[in-house]
Structure formats: C-alpha cells, structure tokens
C-alpha cells in the first residue's frame, strides 16, 4: 500500500473472550499496524446483540444478527477490507462485498475441513474444502500461514492468488526466566480439545518425565479423568506462561491439523525446543536439531530434543519472526476497496 496511510476493516467471527491462535495474531498485528500510522476497524462477535455457542466449543459465540453487517461495514468509510474468517460474520461480509462490487483479502487460519472431520466424521474433508474453495474463490488474495498450507491449498484446487503470512512472537515477554525443574518435564500449551490430538501426547511413554498441561477447552475434564498423573494447570495469564515454558525440558506440539501454532515460538524464545509431528506448521518451522524435531514417533522427537542447545532455539525465533514483519506482510498485500 505504499506509505500512504489508510483506513483498514477487519471482519472476524474469532475475537475476545475466545482464546487461540487467530485471535492473538490478529491482536497483535492490529496493534502493529496501527503503530505504522493506519486506522483498524474491526468488526466482531461483540458488535452483534443475538449470539450462540457452537454446540461442540460452547466457548466460542457465533454471531445470529449479521444483518446488521452491512451497515457497519458502510460505516467503516474503510480504503482496505479484510475478511479473517470463513464463519456467519465472514460469509455475510464476503456477500455484501461481492454484491457491491467490493474488493477484498481474506487469510486461511483453520485446517476446518479436518477440524471438522474430527468432530463430526460423518462430514467428509472433501465437503469442507470445497466449502473454502468457495468461500475464498471471491477474494483479491488469501493470506496464509507457511508455504506447506500455500501449497496444500494449491492441491485442493485454490485459484486465487495465495501469499505467505508469517507470525511473531515477542522476545521481551517470552524470555528465559531462570527456572529449573528437578524432573524431566513436558510441557503442552494451548486448547485441550479433540482436534489438538493431545493423547497422543499424554501417552508417552518417557520414563521419569512430569507432564504438564496448560490450557482449558471442551476436553479437559474428560482427560483428567483418563490421565490423573498429569498436572492440568488450566488456563493461565499470558505473563505466567513464560515460567511454563522456561521450566520445561520440552515443548511437545501434537496437532495434526494446525497450520502453524504460535505457542511453537513462545517456547522457543524461551529457549525450549519443541518436539512435533511432521505436518504442516512444525515442519514449516522446526528445524531438525537446531530449534526442535520432528519425527512420526513423538517419542523419537521427545527425546531428540533433549540434545539442543536451548540457546539456539530462543535465537532463531528473535532472527526469523517478528510481529512487525507479520505486519508488513499483511499491509503490502491489501486491495482498495471499489466505491460500493
């Protein structure tokens, strides 16, 4: 977009209280934009009086009142419109754009074909990417995590122009805090719900080790239940997580259907090396030896990193990623809108 300073709308169906991944990068992206003197408008959940939990995630709300779209969206004057999501506030907002002629991007931060593979079976993957390929098919360009998604994507017959958007993590926050576990430990951050894949994790067997698990979701009961000798710490302030993840041997990443996972690099620049499967995200990211491992035994991985330099990891995540490149990158591939 040049040096000249805009007006950007986002849509987005994921927005606070909701806690992952999209959230947290489009909060600090958005933070990160504004500092380069344009204004951020958002459009979400919170803007709507009707919502309803999903009735397999009841921690996330779904906007009901989206009619209510269109006027908001007029309202924003905005030069650039970005669309986050493929959910009811995303699908209204790509119709109206496409009725009046709007230009917009949209980003890919969701591997929902599978993710609702999981949870519903009977809901083939094929249905669901043809649902995206739909969805994105009207945008100028989609923004998407690592090149093995651009390139997934590609595959599943994606026509639209498709640009790498990478992620950050700040270095400040996430630091090595000096803490030292007398045990082995293992640590796991994030949601506990059915598509994170986190018994394959719990199933380890690692002698010795003390496992930890931080996070809430639709799971967490039903696995405590199944593994009483792991810690379950539940959710914790985002200024906590630092000690987690300094006093863990090993961060140990098991999704299979991420696209990326920030809290890779929130272990890293704490100098904890992650272990993962090979899938898309960890092998876009994790480098053999240097910074983690990746192998289809996570066993194989566990143990691999246990040989690295942690040095080393927390100085790859301060060279590679920075929310201020996540930033550009999102900026530079923006589209002005046509007058409505």
Known sequence: ??????????????????????????????????????????????????????????QIKIALDIWKLSKFIKDSKADAIHIATEG?????????CKKHGIQFTTSYHTKFPEYINTMIPLV??????RFMRWFHSASCRVLVTTQSV??????????????????????????????DSDSLTLLYVGRVSAEKNIEAFLDHDIDGATTVVVG?????????????????????KNDELASFYSSADVFVFPSKTDTFGIVM????????????????????????????????????????????DRNGCREYVKTNYTWEACAKIFVDNLVLVKNA
Not at 151 to 177: M, N, S
């Open 124 to 129: 083939p993957v094929s249905l669901g990417y």
């Open 1 to 58: 977009m040049g040096a000249r300073k805009i007006r950007i709308l986002i849509i987005t169906d994921a927005a606070p209280p909701q806690v992952n991944g999209v959230v947290f990068t489009l909060k600090n992206t958005i933070e990160q934009i504004e500092s380069m003197g344009h204004t951020v408008i958002t459009i979400d959940p919170s803007r709507f009086k009707l919502t309803m939990p999903l009735p397999f995630y009841p």
């Open 216 to 236: 809430d979701g639709p799971e967490l009961s039903k696995l405590q239940s199944l593994y009483p000798n792991v810690s379950f710490v539940g959710p914790v």
């Open 265 to 308: 690099l929130e272990a890293n620049a704490c100098g904890t090396p992650v272990a993962a499967y090979p899938v898309t995200g960890p092998k876009d990211f994790v480098i053999n030896g240097h910074n983690g491992y990746i192998d289809d035994d996570l066993n194989t991985a566990i143990l691999n990193c246990l040989q690295i």
């Open 150 to 179: 651009k390139e997934e994507l590609l595959a599943q017959g994606f026509l639209t122009p498709i640009t790498v958007w990478t992620r950050g993590v700040d270095t400040e926050k996430f630091k090595p805090v000096g803490l």
């Open 88 to 96: 009811p506030i995303g699908i209204a907002a790509r119709t109206f």
